[in-house]
């Protein structure tokens, strides 16, 4: 039986960034678009623009969709590579550089869902970065694919309940495109006003 909610497979990077992100995305429906936003979606139709074709040896196919039953994932990929001794390897693009793990882990669900459709296991992809024009070798070893697992449940219990995550009002939120929707600053004062308020009622009493 297919696990419910689906979890799309971009919710993986946005809920590393940032659960709340994620949270307001894909439970709430909400989007606005910024420099960073804007720069990655023309990266992307670039990428998912170009023709399918032979290069170096393998075949590359480009935007092709994906799915698990399995772990109930939807998705598509930027690319995947078809090698003559038919290891398939999936390839994610990103018009930045590197920040942590969430590219590998979206990168990670992809093969899950590849091992699942094609009945073949996938041991490695590339994270190719705009920002520094190279790929990055990615293994899904036990630990990223628990790692990976372990985010698709976190994002399917936030989908379920409903429920948005605390805001964190830190670095990231400068560079989030939700942040004008979040109010993450005021958020977190209001519980810090809320829990000093609650702490001098306590004394009191």
């Not at 948005?164 to 006003?193: F, G, N, W």
Request: aromatic share 6%; with cysteine.
């Amino acid at each position: 039986m297919t696990p419910e909610p689906i979890v799309v497979l971009s919710a993986l990077e946005h809920h590393l960034y940032c659960p709340r992100q994620c949270a307001l995305i894909h439970v709430d429906g909400l989007w606005a678009e910024n420099a960073h936003t804007v720069i990655g979606s023309r990266a992307h139709r670039r990428v998912d623009s170009a023709p399918g074709r032979r290069e170096r040896g393998r075949q590359v196919l480009r935007s092709v969709p994906l799915y698990s039953d399995r772990y109930g994932l939807s998705g598509r990929s930027d690319a995947i590579e078809v090698h003559d001794d038919g290891t398939v390897v999936p390839v994610e693009y990103k018009a930045g550089v590197r920040h942590g793990q969430s590219a590998d882990v979206q990168l990670c669900a992809q093969a899950l869902c590849l091992e699942e459709m094609l009945g073949r296991p996938v041991e490695v992809g590339y994270v190719w970065y705009g920002g520094t024009r190279r790929r990055f070798r990615v293994e899904f070893d036990d630990g990223l694919r628990a790692l990976t697992l372990g985010t698709v449940e976190a994002i399917r219990a936030n989908l379920v309940s409903g429920r948005l995550p605390t805001a964190v009002a830190d670095q990231r939120c400068r560079e989030c495109q939700l942040e004008p929707t979040c109010l993450p600053d005021v958020l977190v004062r209001s519980e810090a006003v809320r829990s000093y308020v609650e702490d001098k009622v306590m004394r009191c009493v």
